[in-house]
């Protein structure tokens, strides 16, 4: 402050000494009123400075708020009765509706227009209802509204009701929440964005306009907290907060009732000191890593409810920052998704149920079909007049066209259980071409067709992955193209897109001149039990599952698949796979096993097969009779057993449901025996006796599923076989499990 000095004598002066007192007392009186006013200003400045700390403040929490209610699902929105419930606020969330806020704005749309005509009445009722009774200060309904895109959604409405100390309406604050998938509970909080900051971007050395401009800033700040602590507590999740320290300050209602504890018993405490020690320590783990990485958060955990319950939860969280942006605490909310994990823990257990459904329609099918297959194919072979010869192969034919259907229903199936394995394995492209070339060229002979296939010079074929599922999408995009071609020709083209040193991605086009595809119906191709009209299907047959198993195993591949088309001008599907190439040529042998001995030394092969069904049985019977095979037939796996301990054979052919002792236990005992064997023995060969050997069995059965498969190899089966019985694919199975004992120079079983 600054002060003043004296003035000399008064004499030397000129004025009396009564002036001279006067005088300075005066003086004393200004600088004593001069200090006062600046303690009113410093006093000023510093409330100032508080309100802007304050203000501050409530941008960190808006902003931490902002990034949850943004990512929640539910619409906030503020409207009036008047001109069809017209709206004056609502969130730019609405958007997920497919209206935007300047939509209702604008009065382009009201309220009551996105409300389901069938609810309307009753909402508008409600309204009317809770806006007459004066002591009704909010309500709650569920009902439709209608999105943009005429989509119907269910929205649970939360509705305040804002009067004045009169009780007239002011108007109707709420939230919008979509209840249209319940299993999704996960919300988040919306906001408004702060404005605050531009009331006091001005600063002014008045004290009455610091003054004005701190008292608007509380007055904001007031109602601002009021906004978002009625957000807040109308939110149904349970929503938190917590300081640095991992401490609770804040939660809402929802959280209260949750827990079971009042917000008292919250307040203060961490983690550790309200749930079990093995989960706050999994808390306080995910909060440390959000303190040391800011941000948001989301991750699942389990939660003790007040009931003792423990849930599963799905946490969303998000930091909170101060002005110098260092982390101050942490906002979280909870939703609770105990019975969504319930809903797909029964839903896992349904698609076990499909599963085991699968398994038995495929042996109950396979099982007579098998029957229908052998046994007209025995009777074709036999001595038959062209007209006898024709009925025995049409029923052959229906036979195989019915185990095609079969075949990619179970076949999708696994694709969609996700039980279809895709090999890694080494093979020749020119094999897989081979083999597709001697199937489709005769089913284009049969219709007048050209049918070939080409490969350029540059793509490698020797090369790694999986040859049955890649022949499957050849076979099955050629067979289509015969199908729906009345002349012309079918042609495969195979070529080099590009690849590296070790990869090579190969481009495989089948084309036709067909009917083509209509415009129109192209985005149905790929789409599973699609055809392109109800004719076509009765015209051509099929599942319509046909297309839809190549794009999966074509995406199970790395791979993607595509077609072009014009109606009446045929159709090219094309497909490509990166596949890798050998480091090495492999060793050469035959692709066709072409004999395997009719007798191991001066000993004829000797099978014994295990099958209940007598038809089924029968086929198996004239299949191996003709390869050369002595046979032994039992009707279940307790006879097998007794057969095995008693007899000698080279391999058993296994049946799975048998009755008294199915194909599986009868395979266990069969090698506890061995092992028993083996024991007794002390692994040694006893004089004149040849060493005790494993036997091959091999899975003869209807049951086709992976599953299935897999089950077989523990038991201790060595292989599967599906049903029905191919005479050429059961002697290369045989070959591949009775080489061992034809090395000697003995020749191989040849199917007849």
């Known amino acids: 402050m600054q002060k003043f000095s004296a003035p000399g004598h008064p004499q030397a002066t000129g004025i009396s000494e009564a002036e001279f007192r006067a005088s300075i007392t005066r003086l004393h009186h200004l600088e004593k009123a001069l200090a006062r006013v600046e303690k009113q200003l410093s006093e000023e400045m510093g409330r100032r400075k508080t309100s802007e700390a304050i203000l501050q403040e409530i941008r960190n929490r808006s902003e931490a708020l902002e990034r949850i209610v943004n990512h929640s699902h539910g619409v906030v929105f503020s409207w009036q009765t008047k001109n069809g419930l017209m709206v004056t606020f609502v969130t730019d ?138 957000l807040v507590e109308t939110i149904p999740n349970p929503l938190f907060y917590k300081d640095s320290e991992g401490r609770y300050v804040g939660c809402n209602v929802a959280f209260e009732r949750y827990l079971g504890r009042p917000r008292s018993d919250i307040i203060g405490k961490t983690v550790f000191d309200m749930a079990p020690q093995d989960i706050a320590a999994r808390y306080h783990e995910e909060d440390q890593k959000l303190f040391d990485h800011p941000g948001t958060q989301n991750y699942t955990w389990k939660i003790p ?93 229906c036979g195989k066209a019915l185990l095609a259907v079969i075949n990619d229903i179970l076949d999708f199936s696994k694709i969609e259980a996700g039980k279809l394995p895709v090999d890694r394995i080494d093979f020749d492209l020119h094999q897989v071409l081979t083999e597709l070339q001697k199937i489709i060229i005769f089913q284009a002979a049969l219709k007048g067709l050209l049918f070939q296939v080409t490969i350029a010079p540059d793509v490698p074929t020797l090369l790694k992955g999986d040859p049955t599922r890649l022949g499957q999408v050849l076979m099955n995009l050629a067979t289509n193209a015969v199908k729906f071609t009345e002349s012309g020709k079918v042609t495969v083209d195979v070529s080099l897109k590009g690849g590296t040193a070790e990869l090579a991605t190969i481009h495989f086009r089948v084309s036709d001149t067909g009917i083509g595809i209509p415009t129109e119906h192209s985005h149905r191709l790929f789409q599973s039990f699609s055809q392109l009209d109800g004719s076509l299907s009765r015209k051509y047959g099929g599942t319509g599952l046909g297309l839809a198993i190549c794009k ?69 019977l004239h299949i191996l009779k003709n390869l050369g095979c002595q046979v032994v037939a039992v009707e279940n796996g307790r006879q097998a057993l007794d057969e095995i301990q008693t007899g000698e054979f080279d391999l058993i052919l296994m049946d799975l449901q048998m009755p008294d002792m199915d194909g599986l236990e009868a395979t266990q005992a069969i090698r506890e025996w061995e092992s028993r064997r083996k024991s007794a023995d002390g692994g040694k060969t006893t004089a004149g006796k040849p060493p005790q050997r494993r036997i091959p069995i091999i899975a003869l059965t209807a049951h086709a599923l992976i599953d299935d498969r897999q089950k077989c190899l523990e038991a201790g089966m060595d292989d599967f076989l599906a049903k029905p019985v191919v005479p050429a694919i059961l002697a290369a199975t045989l070959n591949q499990w009775l080489a061992d004992r034809a090395d000697s120079g003995k020749k191989r079983l040849r199917a007849q």
Do not use: C
Not at 203 to 208: H, N, Q, V, W
Not at 371 to 387: H, K
């Open 305 to 397: 409810r007040a009931d003792g319950a423990l849930r599963d939860v799905i946490f969303d969280k998000a930091t909170i920052l101060d002005g110098d942006g260092k982390v101050v605490g942490i906002l979280g909310i909870i939703t609770d998704i105990t019975e969504l994990e319930e809903a797909r823990k029964a839903a896992e257990v349904a698609n076990e149920a499909k599963s085991e459904f699968l398994a038995n329609m495929s042996h109950e099918i396979r099982t007579p079909l098998n029957g229908i297959i052998g046994m007209s194919g025995l009777l074709r072979d036999t001595d038959l007049d062209p007209e006898q010869y024709q009925y025995a192969e049409t029923v052959v034919t």
């Open 93 to 230: 969330n609405v958007r997920r509706f497919g209206y935007t806020p300047q939509d209702f704005y604008t009065g382009k749309v009201k309220f009551t227009d996105i409300i389901h005509p069938d609810d309307l009445r009753a909402v508008t009722e409600q309204v009317i209802h809770y806006s007459r009774n004066p002591l009704a200060m909010s309500f709650t309904r569920s009902y439709r509204i209608v999105a943009a895109d005429g989509k119907i959604i269910w929205i649970d409405d939360r509705t305040r009701i804002i009067r004045d100390i009169s009780g007239k309406i002011i108007r109707y604050e709420g939230i919008l929440l979509d209840i249209s998938e319940a299993k999704r509970n996960e919300e988040e909080l919306l906001r408004h964005r702060d404005h605050l900051e531009d009331l006091v971007q001005e600063r002014t050395t008045e004290l009455a306009l610091a003054k004005e401009k701190a008292e608007e800033a509380v007055k904001a700040f007031r109602l601002q907290h009021d906004f978002f602590h009625t």
């Open 552 to 620: 999966k195993l074509v995406t199970m591949m790395g791979g993607k698949i595509g077609v072009t088309s014009r109606e009446h001008h045929g159709s090219t599907f094309w497909f490509d796979v990166v596949l890798e190439k050998q480091v090495q040529a492999p060793a050469t042998s035959d692709p066709v096993p072409s004999a395997l001995s009719r007798s191991l030394g001066d000993k004829p092969i000797r099978i014994l097969l295990a099958e209940d069904n007598f038809i089924n049985q029968t086929v198996a």
